[in-house]
């Protein structure tokens, strides 16, 4: 029986709800947490499911400006946060699944270090 790449129905929705994946995944988690396309399922996958609950407030009597606006109210510092966190919150991740934290700042590393290279080849110093 040839070994799983990729999580099944089950354990994605365990793992999207904070659960850990065996260690087998690792590389998937690594690559799902800060691969190409990391920033937009970790939006989504906060920012999507919180919609429907806040829809709740549309329900609430009065002008429908209203109840958007006391969504908004919530919705935006939702935005805000979930932004700013992302970086803690891929380094949480990756160091529940028992990987390097550093792993999250990866690709940052290597376009500083290309920039590093180009400016030293640019002025003489490589």
């Known amino acids: 029986m040839t070994e799983r790449t990729t999580p099944t129905f089950a354990q994605r929705i ?7 994946l065996p260690p087998q ?15 937009g399922r970790y939006l989504m996958r906060i920012l999507i499911p919180i919609i429907p609950p806040l829809c709740l407030f549309l329900l609430i009597p009065g002008p429908l400006w209203m109840g958007l ?19 803690v919150y891929r380094r949480h991740r990756l160091a529940k699944h028992g990987l390097d934290p550093h792993l999250a700042d990866a690709r940052e590393r290597q376009r500083g270090s290309a920039e590093r290279l180009d400016y030293e080849r640019r002025h003489g110093r490589a």
């Open 14 to 20: 365990r793992y999207i709800c904070g659960g850990t």
């Open 69 to 87: 606006s006391m969504m908004a109210l919530l919705y935006l510092p939702l935005i805000y946060f979930t932004v700013a966190l992302m970086y």
């Open 25 to 39: 995944l690792s590389d998937w988690v690594i690559n799902d947490l800060t691969g190409p396309g990391a920033a």
